[in-house]
C-alpha cells in the first residue's frame, strides 16, 4: 500500500511540472513575437513618401443639355402606334372591334391554370360525344369536351382528337382590343 500511496504522490506532482514548462514556452513564444521586424516596411513607406506626386487630371466640363420643342406641325404623333396602316391599326385598338372575351360567362375550373401546366393523359368515348382526359397542377383530373374552356387565356376547346385538344384563345394585342391565337394540348406520353 505504501507503494501506491507513492506512485499517486508522483502523479501528483507532474501536473504542476507540465504547468511550469508550458508557462515558460509561453513566455519565450510571447518574447520572440514581440521583436520589431518591420525595418522592410519602414523602408517601403519611406521611398514611396519620397516619389514626386503624379498630376490629377482636370474634371471634364460638362456641356449644357440642348432641349427640343416638339412642334405637332407636320408630324406623327408619339402616342400613335407605330404601323405602316395607321387606319388599320386604329380600328384594332378601339373596344368592339374583333373578338373579346365574355366579362359575364362564369369561369370553369380549368381556367385558374395557365395551359402549359396541364397535361393531356387519355380520351374518353362513347355513343353521344367524344371527351379529354386533362391532368391539372393541382393533381386533380378533369373531363373536357368541345366548348369547355382552358388555360388563362379565355381558350375554348373547338376540336378533340384522340392525340390533341385543340383551342381558340383569345389575348390582348397590345393596342387596347384582342385577337384569336390557335394552340393545342398533346397526349402526355
Excluded at 523602408?43 to 503624379?54: L, S
Aim: one cysteine or more; proline letters at 6%; glycine letters at 12%.
Amino acid at each position: 500500500m505504501s507503494g501506491r500511496g507513492a506512485r499517486l504522490e508522483v502523479r501528483h506532482s507532474r501536473p504542476g511540472l507540465l504547468r511550469l514548462a508550458l508557462t515558460g514556452l509561453m513566455s519565450v513564444l510571447l518574447v520572440a513575437c514581440s521583436s520589431d521586424n518591420m525595418d522592410d516596411l519602414r523602408g517601403y513607406v519611406e521611398t514611396t513618401k519620397a516619389k514626386p506626386g503624379g498630376r490629377v487630371e482636370p474634371i471634364p466640363e460638362v456641356k449644357p443639355f440642348e432641349s427640343f420643342l416638339y412642334q405637332v406641325a407636320g408630324r406623327k404623333s408619339p402616342f400613335e402606334p407605330w404601323s405602316v396602316n395607321a387606319a388599320a391599326s386604329r380600328n384594332a385598338g378601339v373596344a368592339g372591334t374583333g373578338p373579346a372575351p365574355d366579362g359575364n360567362r362564369r369561369k370553369e375550373a380549368l381556367e385558374a391554370f395557365p395551359l402549359d401546366t396541364l397535361r393531356m393523359v387519355g380520351t374518353l368515348a362513347q355513343k353521344d360525344g367524344m371527351w379529354a382526359i386533362v391532368k391539372a397542377p393541382d393533381g386533380l383530373v378533369y373531363q373536357v369536351a368541345r366548348n369547355n374552356y382552358i388555360g388563362q387565356n379565355h381558350g375554348r376547346i373547338t376540336r378533340l382528337g384522340e392525340d390533341r385538344v385543340e383551342l381558340t384563345e383569345i389575348v390582348p394585342d397590345g393596342l387596347g382590343g384582342w385577337q384569336e391565337r390557335q394552340a393545342s394540348l398533346v397526349l402526355a406520353e
